[in-house]
């Protein structure tokens, strides 16, 4: 508490302390009530213990983690699956890796219940909140090397930070910081011998980026064993009840095991995500390989250099240009080689081309038909009947200017736009101002849109709505001769396009957590309104889609795939936009609140829980930045509305 009483959390605190001092079975305190102490610390100024309880929480959060990878491999070595299988044999190796686990993880760190922590709490440490609170203690403290390296390892996922970028320009210039303070302490080992090594070769010291490149490619395979090690526990089954539906322990281990595969594979995004990054690194396991490759071939290793192509072969099958690289090695070597052994599992989820969910949904143009990457075109997504449904529905609920600050023609005078976001739509549905039906409906295809581009993608992680929106722009008549305008200029979704620079600047006003996007249209009895795909330049379109109704364009989020919307120069045009995201933090609570509702679709408490959850998220995050303002960065409510 800030007046100098103690709360409960502080008092059980320091309970733990003493019984951690006592007691060889609890000797590892939990991270979060260390943390806690080092806020309640920090809010009353006393710098001293702020380091001393948070580098303590940073020691146990580690220690807790190593100490699951490690029993949880131990134990899988212990009681694996054998050939034999059967189902009172799979049960047995379940049961006995559990007591294993539990055994193991208790003899080190005591009881796992006490170091159960919220999701908060994880958010948290996940991103590096502990480190600004070090940085600022140990400022205060006079101890400016220490906090160099809080601040860079803080800013380092989280270069939005305006604040911390400017504490980093000055403590460059404070006498005793050296560059070397300037570290990352959550670097991750892969990640920083892969970018080191990258460094090197376009120096051309290839013999040490060979060296860095090998390390980097043990360390990758080494963080994803830990990476699905720490999937073996407890999983989330949000929307389920096991007790009400009466499900047996087949369908509850199956389900269980389900959600174990989706977090292992969700590692390929972790261990080829940056820091401060919500998108992976393109082609990230594999990009190794090529770049052995050429290392070898600059220092006369072509043994090497052709083992390297063939594993890249592994990942990307008749790849032309490394198929060429191949070739030559064969042929200077006069034989052939093996690739080496990889888990092509690996790097398969960045690609897409994953099952399209519903029967009656067909792909028409893949990423590379569509001269990109993270792309796709799909075709009855829904119905003619449903598109004429949703298509009544925006004329009665759309109104001018609706998600656009009120704006009737946000992007360009010449045309109309009329929009309506899910809780509008809700409402007027509850007032009786249009059918529940259709108001149903609405969350219902949106729902689908957002299944089918989680599976394409092959996320196998859970892709939360962002922003829905239903969306109808209409040609002014008489200003339509001679346009030279965009309905909707080039742009990307979670970064701020740069043609002259090449580059797309992940910081506000673009929501930078948005990591899909799809457009999902109603008709096409329209002229103009050509969706486009360009380069960077913002000029030069690599692809052009037809609205149709049913027809959908799904694609990444990110400066890989700028885009925009030709003149409408006839008619209206119509689309549900929708924009997704890997980070539950950001999701949308109508569609949330919704998803979590029963198959008699979403009560009324369903909405005013809605309502009201908007308006106590709205005032919990100002109030946490109120808190929390050397720590944290609010999102922009400036927003893109794009389709």
């Given at each position: 508490m800030m007046d100098g009483t103690f709360s409960p959390a502080a008092i059980f605190s320091a309970f733990l302390l003493t019984v951690a001092l006592s007691s060889p079975a609890a000797s590892l305190e939990p991270y979060d009530l260390l943390y806690d102490?080092?806020?309640?610390?920090?809010?009353?100024?006393?710098?001293?213990?702020?380091?001393?309880?948070?580098?303590?929480a940073l020691g146990s959060y580690k220690e807790v983690r190593r100490t699951k990878v490690r029993c949880r491999l131990r134990c899988q070595d212990q009681h694996p699956f054998d050939e034999t299988f059967s189902d009172l044999r799979f049960a047995d190796v379940v049961l006995r890796r559990a007591a294993c686990m539990n055994t193991c993880i208790e003899e080190k760190i005591g009881t796992q219940s006490v170091h159960k922590v919220s999701e908060d709490v994880v958010q948290d440490f996940h991103r590096r909140i502990p480190y600004n609170y070090l940085q600022l203690a140990y400022q205060k403290l006079k101890q400016p090397d220490k906090a160099a390296a809080a601040a860079h390892t803080y800013f380092q996922a989280n270069p939005e930070h305006v604040e911390m970028d400017q504490n980093l320009e000055q403590y460059k210039d404070l006498q005793g910081v050296e560059e070397e303070h300037f570290v990352d302490r959550e670097a991750r080992p892969h990640q920083r011998s892969f970018a080191a090594a990258v460094s090197l070769y376009e120096k051309g010291e290839h013999e040490g980026a060979i060296a860095l490149f090998e390390e980097a490619v043990v360390e990758y395979y080494k963080a994803d064993s830990e990476c699905r090690a720490l999937c073996q526990w407890p999983q989330r089954f949000e929307g389920h009840d096991y007790l009400r539906y009466r499900y047996s322990l087949h369908e509850v281990v199956s389900d269980h095991f389900t959600q174990v595969l989706h977090c292992e594979h969700?590692?390929?995004?972790?261990?080829?995500?940056?820091?401060?990054?919500?998108?992976?690194?393109?082609?990230?396991?594999p990009l190794h390989y090529d770049y052995l490759q050429f290392a070898y071939f600059h220092v006369d290793?072509?043994?090497?250099?052709?083992?390297?192509?063939?594993?890249?072969?592994?990942f990307h099958e008749g790849e032309e240009s490394m198929t060429d690289n191949v070739d030559y090695y064969r042929e200077t070597l006069a034989h052939d080689g093996k690739p080496r052994e990889v888990r092509i599992c690996c790097s398969r989820g960045m690609v897409g081309g994953g099952p399209l969910v519903y029967d009656d949904v067909q792909l028409v143009q893949n990423s590379a038909a569509l001269n990109g990457t993270q792309r796709v075109l799909l075709d009855h997504v829904i119905s003619e009947e449903e598109c004429s449904d949703l298509r009544r529905l925006a004329h009665a609920v759309t109104m001018a200017?609706?998600?656009?600050?009120?704006r009737m023609s946000p992007h360009t005078p010449n045309e109309k736009f009329e929009g309506a976001t899910v809780?509008?739509?809700?409402?007027?549905?509850y007032e009786g101002r249009v059918p529940m039906r259709s108001a149903r409906l609405f969350y219902d295809i949106s729902e689908r849109a957002r299944r089918v581009i989680e599976s394409y993608f092959l996320l196998n992680a859970t892709l939360h709505f962002s922003y829905t929106h239903l969306v109808c722009r209409t040609a002014i008549t008489g200003q339509q001769d001679h346009r030279n305008d965009l309905s909707h200029p080039i742009h990307a979704d979670n970064c701020l396009l740069d043609p002259e620079a090449n580059e797309c600047w992940k910081e506000a006003p673009a929501y930078t957590y948005r990591d899909y996007s799809a457009l999902l249209y109603l008709n096409g009895d329209f002229e103009g309104g050509e969706f486009i795909f360009t380069e960077m330049d913002a000029k030069t379109v690599t692809a052009s889609v037809k609205p149709l109704c049913g027809r959908m364009v799904g694609f990444s989020s990110g400066g890989e795939n700028p885009h925009g919307v030709k003149a409408v120069t006839s008619g209206q045009r119509c689309a549900v936009a929708l924009w997704f995201t890997l980070d539950p933090l950001f999701r949308e609570l109508v569609n949330y609140y919704y998803q979590r509702g029963n198959d008699h679709f979403a009560s009324r408490f369903i909405l005013h829980s809605a309502v009201s959850d908007l308006a106590n998220h709205a005032s919990t995050s100002t109030r946490k930045m109120n808190c929390r303002s050397c720590s944290s960065s609010s999102p922009s409510i400036k927003s893109f509305y794009i389709f």
């Amino acid at each position: 508490m800030m007046d100098g009483t103690f709360s409960p959390a502080a008092i059980f605190s320091a309970f733990l302390l003493t019984v951690a001092l006592s007691s060889p079975a609890a000797s590892l305190e939990p991270y979060d009530l260390l943390y806690d102490s080092a806020v309640q610390a920090f809010y009353k100024g006393d710098y001293t213990n702020v380091v001393r309880y948070m580098e303590g929480a940073l020691g146990s959060y580690k220690e807790v983690r190593r100490t699951k990878v490690r029993c949880r491999l131990r134990c899988q070595d212990q009681h694996p699956f054998d050939e034999t299988f059967s189902d009172l044999r799979f049960a047995d190796v379940v049961l006995r890796r559990a007591a294993c686990m539990n055994t193991c993880i208790e003899e080190k760190i005591g009881t796992q219940s006490v170091h159960k922590v919220s999701e908060d709490v994880v958010q948290d440490f996940h991103r590096r909140i502990p480190y600004n609170y070090l940085q600022l203690a140990y400022q205060k403290l006079k101890q400016p090397d220490k906090a160099a390296a809080a601040a860079h390892t803080y800013f380092q996922a989280n270069p939005e930070h305006v604040e911390m970028d400017q504490n980093l320009e000055q403590y460059k210039d404070l006498q005793g910081v050296e560059e070397e303070h300037f570290v990352d302490r959550e670097a991750r080992p892969h990640q920083r011998s892969f970018a080191a090594a990258v460094s090197l070769y376009e120096k051309g010291e290839h013999e040490g980026a060979i060296a860095l490149f090998e390390e980097a490619v043990v360390e990758y395979y080494k963080a994803d064993s830990e990476c699905r090690a720490l999937c073996q526990w407890p999983q989330r089954f949000e929307g389920h009840d096991y007790l009400r539906y009466r499900y047996s322990l087949h369908e509850v281990v199956s389900d269980h095991f389900t959600q174990v595969l989706h977090c292992e594979h969700e590692c390929v995004r972790d261990l080829a995500t940056r820091p401060g990054r919500l998108s992976p690194m393109e082609n990230y396991l594999p990009l190794h390989y090529d770049y052995l490759q050429f290392a070898y071939f600059h220092v006369d290793r072509l043994e090497e250099a052709l083992q390297c192509s063939l594993t890249y072969l592994l990942f990307h099958e008749g790849e032309e240009s490394m198929t060429d690289n191949v070739d030559y090695y064969r042929e200077t070597l006069a034989h052939d080689g093996k690739p080496r052994e990889v888990r092509i599992c690996c790097s398969r989820g960045m690609v897409g081309g994953g099952p399209l969910v519903y029967d009656d949904v067909q792909l028409v143009q893949n990423s590379a038909a569509l001269n990109g990457t993270q792309r796709v075109l799909l075709d009855h997504v829904i119905s003619e009947e449903e598109c004429s449904d949703l298509r009544r529905l925006a004329h009665a609920v759309t109104m001018a200017g609706d998600g656009y600050r009120g704006r009737m023609s946000p992007h360009t005078p010449n045309e109309k736009f009329e929009g309506a976001t899910v809780l509008k739509t809700l409402q007027y549905g509850y007032e009786g101002r249009v059918p529940m039906r259709s108001a149903r409906l609405f969350y219902d295809i949106s729902e689908r849109a957002r299944r089918v581009i989680e599976s394409y993608f092959l996320l196998n992680a859970t892709l939360h709505f962002s922003y829905t929106h239903l969306v109808c722009r209409t040609a002014i008549t008489g200003q339509q001769d001679h346009r030279n305008d965009l309905s909707h200029p080039i742009h990307a979704d979670n970064c701020l396009l740069d043609p002259e620079a090449n580059e797309c600047w992940k910081e506000a006003p673009a929501y930078t957590y948005r990591d899909y996007s799809a457009l999902l249209y109603l008709n096409g009895d329209f002229e103009g309104g050509e969706f486009i795909f360009t380069e960077m330049d913002a000029k030069t379109v690599t692809a052009s889609v037809k609205p149709l109704c049913g027809r959908m364009v799904g694609f990444s989020s990110g400066g890989e795939n700028p885009h925009g919307v030709k003149a409408v120069t006839s008619g209206q045009r119509c689309a549900v936009a929708l924009w997704f995201t890997l980070d539950p933090l950001f999701r949308e609570l109508v569609n949330y609140y919704y998803q979590r509702g029963n198959d008699h679709f979403a009560s009324r408490f369903i909405l005013h829980s809605a309502v009201s959850d908007l308006a106590n998220h709205a005032s919990t995050s100002t109030r946490k930045m109120n808190c929390r303002s050397c720590s944290s960065s609010s999102p922009s409510i400036k927003s893109f509305y794009i389709f």
